[in-house]
């Protein structure tokens, strides 16, 4: 019995060793050269609730959400061409509406309590295009429509020993919207954004 409890205690701190060993740090690369392409096309009429609609391209994305991490390295390289349309109709909606057309070549976010060292990466040669056509008539709610078109994104929200980003953009960024609206009870807000690097650090 005695050998028994001895086997799986050492099994159980060989597996809680091995699991912090693999938490200690956290490496990334991506690397995309072809192109990437969404389109949403949508005819909406007489819906009782909200309407969401969204075309998004992306090149690269990464995304983590944990506790701590000795080092996180991520990497990113585009050299696609990523490029979101979307054209909609959207009339009798008794809801809100919201309408969007996103390119993004590169995308990094993290959410976490501790980070020793973070190194980021990012770089985009080609053109991230973000277009949205709509008509939208009779709304009983609001009204949100955006074009986002970027190359090069990154977020972080954690405490941190040391942060070093490098964002690199070589490409032309375009968002263009066109838009009639009419006949809205609520609120209407009209964005597009064109952005070459946008870099956001928080929690710390």
Do not use: C
Request: hydrophobic share 45%.
């Amino acid at each position: 019995m005695k050998t028994s409890h001895a086997i799986l205690a050492a099994a159980l701190t060989i597996a809680a060793s091995a699991g912090a060993a693999q938490a200690q740090s956290l490496n990334t690369e991506q690397r995309n050269n072809a192109n990437v392409r969404a389109q949403l096309n949508a005819t909406i009429k007489d819906i009782g609730e909200d309407v969401a609609l969204t075309s998004a391209a992306i090149g690269n994305s990464f995304s983590a959400d944990g506790e701590s991490l000795g080092s996180l390295n991520n990497y990113q390289n585009f050299w696609g061409d990523v490029r979101s349309d979307l054209s909609a109709t959207v009339a009798d909606v008794a809801g809100d509406v919201s309408v969007t057309s996103a390119a993004i070549a590169n995308s990094a976010s993290v959410e976490g309590d501790w980070i020793g060292h973070i190194n980021n990466t990012q770089y985009a040669a080609y053109d991230p295009t973000a277009t949205l056509n709509a008509t939208i008539q009779d709304v009983e709610g609001d009204v949100a429509t955006t074009s986002a078109a970027l190359s090069n994104s990154a977020t972080f929200d954690t405490d941190f020993g040391t942060l070093a980003s490098k964002q690199v953009n070589q490409a032309g960024v375009y968002a263009g919207v066109s838009t009639t609206i009419r006949d809205v009870a609520g609120s209407v807000n009209v964005t597009a954004a064109a952005i070459g690097n946008s870099l956001t650090v928080t929690g710390f």
